[in-house]
């Protein structure tokens, strides 16, 4: 298997990037800065995200993990925070660098019919709402909406999209207080892409395999 994660260059992303590599899979790991085994990647960027498809030219990709991701906003003050300027910065990261990933590299999947993981998080759950962080909240509930309509889109060509909440992780992201490791993080989220397929397409899943609330 074929896999392609972004944001692998460290966290949740470098996890599972070695545990693909580990299983024998072949791994194409992208980050913004590059460098040795990294594919150059800043998927807010288009010029970068099609120079990433271009260097990946026709080879079948036979699963895309969206993994990378931004939480700017985590300490803003409702009364005088959430500037203009970071909504554009996290929506770029976290939505849009989503699709434009996913669309430069369809070709890529439909040649393997191949999945689509995106890493969303609870916080993106309307229904599981706990205030704060409203632009990272507020774009991880768009990147579950699009998954949502993607997997409407791509069904017929036969490329399947899930997506899922990571769990509370020990990262940079997440803190020291977190709950769980990324490599315990990235084996779950594993085993939730090996299931994943037409006949499930478009769910919504914790690490642990558990059905998240949308």
Known sequence: MHALITGANRGIGAAMADALGARGDTVTRTSRAGGDGYLTLDVADSSSVRAMADTLGDAPLDLLVCNAGIYADKDESLETGYPSEMWAQEFATNVTGVFLCIQALLP???????????????????????????????????????????????????????????????????????????????????????????????????????????
Not at 191 to 197: I, W
């Open 108 to 214: 890529n999947l439909k040649a393997a019919g191949g999945k689509i993981a995106i890493i969303s998080s609870q916080l993106g759950s309307s229904e599981i709402a706990s205030g704060g962080g409203l632009i990272y909240c507020a774009s991880k509930a768009a990147a579950i909406n699009l998954g949502r309509n993607l997997a409407v889109d791509l069904k017929p060509a036969g490329v399947a999209v899930g997506i899922y909440h990571p769990g509370w992780v020990q990262t940079e992201m997440g803190g020291t207080s977190a709950a769980i490791t990324p490599q315990r993080s990235a084996k779950g989220l594993i085993d939730r892409f090996d299931a994943l397929s037409i006949d499930n397409t478009g769910h919504f899943k914790t690490f642990d395999g558990q059905d998240h609330p949308f």
